[in-house]
C-alpha cells in the first residue's frame, strides 16, 4: 500500500491506471500462491494495462502472452459449461484466471464456489481428443479446401457442446451435416 500510496506504481511500470493498482487483490493472491507473473497481472484491472507495464519492464514474450491471457477470459466462464472451457482454453490459463477470480473476492459464495470447483476440476483434467481429421471428411465425400476446415470446426463445437459423445453419435452428425449440404 505505501508504493500506491506514494504514487510510485505508475513510473516504475509506465502505465497509469484509472482506478490506481490492485494491491488488495495482490496481497490476497499473494497469501495463497506465490507465482510472481501472476501476482504482477493481479495488480491491473485490464490485459491493456498489464501489457504496458509488462513491456515497460520488457517482460518476455512468453510472460507477456501469459498475462494477456490470465486477463482476457476468452469465454465468459462463470456462466458456461466448464468442461467446454476445459477443453477450448489452455488449462494453464483457466488456472491463473481462477486464481484472480478468487483474489478477487466478494461475498459471492457461489462463484468462489465455481472457481473452486474448476481448480479442483484442472488438477487431473486429460483433454479429450477430437476423433476427427481434415483426412476423415475427405474419405467421406467433402471436396478439398476451406469447407473441410469449416465444417471440422462446426463438428468439433457440436462434440464439445453435445458432452463429447462416442466416435459413432459424432459420424452420424457428419453424414447429416453431408447430407444438408447436398439438399
Known amino acids: 500500500g505505501a508504493m500506491r500510496a506514494a504514487g510510485l506504481l505508475a513510473p516504475l511500470f509506465g502505465a497509469k491506471s484509472p482506478r490506481g493498482y490492485d494491491v488488495s487483490r495482490l496481497e490476497k493472491l499473494a497469501a495463497k500462491c506465490d507465482d510472481t507473473i501472476l501476482r504482477f497481472a493481479s495488480l491491473f484491472e485490464t490485459a491493456e494495462l498489464a501489457m504496458q507495464a509488462a513491456q515497460t519492464l520488457r517482460l518476455a514474450n512468453k510472460q507477456q502472452a501469459r ?3 490470465a486477463l482476457t477470459p476468452s469465454v465468459p ?3 458456461a459449461d466448464i468442461r467446454a472451457a ?3 482454453d489452455d ?3 483457466l488456472r491463473d484466471q481462477a486464481h484472480l477470480a478468487l483474489a478477487d473476492g466478494g461475498n459471492d459464495a457461489a462463484k468462489a ?3 473452486h470447483q474448476l481448480l479442483q476440476q484442472l488438477e487431473d483434467y486429460e483433454k479429450p481428443v477430437f476423433p476427427l481429421s481434415g483426412a476423415t471428411l475427405k474419405q467421406a465425400g467433402i471436396a478439398e479446401g476451406p469447407a473441410v476446415g469449416k465444417l471440422l470446426k462446426k463438428l468439433e463445437n457440436w462434440w464439445v457442446a453435445h458432452d463429447f459423445p462416442p466416435l459413432a453419435a459424432l459420424q452420424d452428425e457428419l453424414h447429416a451435416q453431408i447430407e444438408k449440404q447436398s439438399s
Open 67 to 69: 498475462i494477456a491471457a
Open 77 to 79: 466462464i462463470e456462466n
Open 86 to 88: 476445459l477443453y477450448f
Open 91 to 93: 488449462v494453464a490459463t
Open 113 to 115: 464456489d465455481f472457481w
